[in-house]
């Protein structure tokens, strides 16, 4: 992890908005590619949403962009409620 994006996850305000924290999410998780989280297939559909969701096109397992990541164990980061 980067010296920016260490002060970044210290920077509450800025994960107070749902989309920022998405976009962050893309980038440092997934290159900006979502993959499946449980069989790593690149080809997931975006389900439509007040959460953005997504559906592997191989295992058809749903999941969020949050699952398995700092900020399911820590909600306070995304104040808006991804889950
Ligand atoms: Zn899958």
Redesign the pocket.
């Known amino acids: 992890m980067d010296i920016e994006l260490n002060n970044l996850l210290q920077d509450t305000e800025y994960f107070s908005d749902t989309q920022k924290c998405e976009d962050l999410l893309l980038k440092v998780r997934w290159n900006n590619e979502v993959k ?6 690149h080809k ?1 559909y975006h389900l439509q949403g007040k959460n953005k969701r997504y559906k ?6 749903q999941f969020s962009i949050i699952k398995g990541t700092i900020f399911k164990i820590v909600p306070s980061l995304c104040k808006n409620g991804l889950s």
């Not at 592997?56 to 397992?61: D, F």
């Open positions: 499946c989280v449980f069989c790593k297939h997931v592997c096109a191989q295992c058809l397992k």
